[in-house]
């Protein structure tokens, strides 16, 4: 019988994974447009042979952001599919469905191999097509990385809490150094995951003559920390803050920019009601804290490491969130809304949120108040993708109807830059716009090559 119930479970989140993956890829063949958008344009010089030094452009900063290493594998892909910008869409698309069945695997391995219907949350928080705005623009791949390479520290931390086998050493370690190139969003990790790394690493080297434990890996953990501390600190060598961004308003609009940005974690509907999530945000947070404080942790080292690794992860969510309140709350408040490509950011730590109540609930009230977390993700589910929709979706299709049927109508491409700057990339001018357009028209690339000037 337990055997029936564990394959009908993962059936069930098997196909929650496949239909969500296959919405997502449905609405990226029918809406996802071959044009850049945005900070897409960044891309076209040196993918025409257009960037005099490609090693200064890789490191040089975009905002308060270095991105190196998601800039070179964007870069890489567009070279081979010879400029078609679906290629990074397809990218995020599948990084978010390797996450979450990743969760999905990880989750089952905690629980000694068994899957459990509430697994889905994995899928539904991260192929969730509110998320419209991280999935199908290109460029999104630079949040989608650090954000990936967090999701991914977490998963090895709570199967090898001290990374003491060599593939958690290796993974966490080669995500550790990644971090830092890959933008102040991989920055805010690393702080408190260098400190878990090196207590890792000082915990194995007291353990070197147990058998059992490769005598490497603590060396391998310590290099890890040191290449990222160096990285750290090479990324602030002649780094100059962006004033694209108007500064804080003050310790209060810093708090509730905070908590706003925590509340997006159960997806774009939570633009639309902020007080409701922010307190259901402390609703779930708060408790969970409490659980994993209070679980009886303290008879097995492992479980005891695996609840400091819940707690880390949460802490991290309060720097996070704290960094973006300092840095966001100024053009917050003259957006009104979060814009819908933050929407991936607080994957991590909501995947916290969840192994926290999977591993340390213990009584009935807990096990049902983890369960209603799931069944809340399930309820918001449409009314996020109607949002989705509603905010970034519907805007970007009409949008680029318009400039595709411009196109066809083979208008000039000083004309295409003059009336769709705004859409395409809002700070250039007209001119530095059509000089990119030009680029892509003399080698064929994307769907600017049907306008007259590129026959």
């Known amino acids: 019988m337990k055997n029936k119930s564990d394959r009908n479970a993962i059936i069930f989140v098997v196909s929650i994974w496949l239909i969500m993956l296959f919405m997502a890829i449905t609405c990226l063949v029918s ?58 869409m397809f990218l995020n698309v599948f990084t978010l469905a390797a996450m979450s069945l990743a969760s999905i695997l990880v989750a089952r391995k905690l629980r000694q191999n068994k899957t459990d219907y509430i697994d889905a949350f994995f899928p539904i928080i991260m192929l969730n097509l509110g998320n419209w705005a991280d999935m199908f623009w290109s460029w999104q791949f630079t949040q989608i990385l650090p954000t990936a390479l967090g999701q991914v520290i977490l998963l090895s931390l709570l199967c090898q809490p001290t990374l003491s086998t060599p593939s958690s ?196 009230w807990q096990i049902i108040f983890q369960k209603s977390l799931f069944w809340l993700v399930c309820l918001l589910l449409p009314l996020n993708i109607m949002t989705g929709f509603t905010l970034f979706g519907n805007w970007y299709d009409h949008e680029m109807d318009s400039l595709e049927w411009d196109i066809e109508a083979k208008m000039s491409i000083s004309q295409i830059a003059q009336r769709h700057n705004d859409l395409l990339i809002h700070w250039w001018d007209e001119k530095e716009l059509a000089d990119h357009i030009q680029m892509l028209c003399k080698d064929r ?4 090559t049907l306008l007259s000037q590129c026959q």
Not at 218 to 234: I, R
Not at 445 to 448: N, Q
Request: charge should be positive; include cysteine.
């Open 445 to 448: 690339m994307t769907s600017f």
């Open 169 to 364: 050493a290796i993974i966490a370690g080669i995500c550790l150094v990644s971090l830092p190139l890959c933008g102040g969003n991989g920055l805010v990790f690393t702080p408190l995951l260098i400190g878990w790394t090196l207590y890792c690493s000082i915990l194995q080297i007291k353990k070197l003559k147990i058998s059992g434990i490769s005598k490497w890996i603590p060396f391998f953990l310590l290099g890890s920390v040191v290449l990222t501390l160096c990285l750290l600190l090479f990324y602030f060598v002649n780094y100059v803050k962006p004033d694209a961004y108007p500064a804080s308003k003050g310790l209060g609009m810093t708090l509730k920019t905070a908590a706003q940005f925590l509340a997006i974690q159960f997806g774009p509907v939570a633009i639309r009601s902020w007080d409701l999530f922010i307190f259901l945000n402390f609703a779930f947070l708060l408790p969970t804290i409490f659980v994993v404080i209070s679980a009886d942790i303290y008879l097995k080292e492992t479980e005891r490491n695996r609840a400091l690794v819940i707690l880390l992860f949460l802490a991290i969510s309060i720097l996070y969130s704290l960094a973006i309140g300092n840095a966001r709350s100024g053009i917050i408040a003259e957006w009104v809304f979060f814009p819908m490509w933050y929407m991936i950011f607080p994957i991590p730590f909501f995947s916290a949120m969840f192994f926290g109540w999977e591993l340390f609930a213990k009584s009935q």
């Open 31 to 88: 809406y996802g447009r071959n044009i850049p958008l945005s900070e897409d344009w960044l891309m076209v010089g040196p993918l025409t042979g257009n960037e005099p030094n490609l090693l200064t452009w890789l490191w040089s900063q975009n905002g308060e952001h270095r991105i190196p290493l998601p800039r070179l594998i964007l870069l890489t892909l567009l070279k081979i599919t010879h400029g078609n910008f679906r290629v990074g």
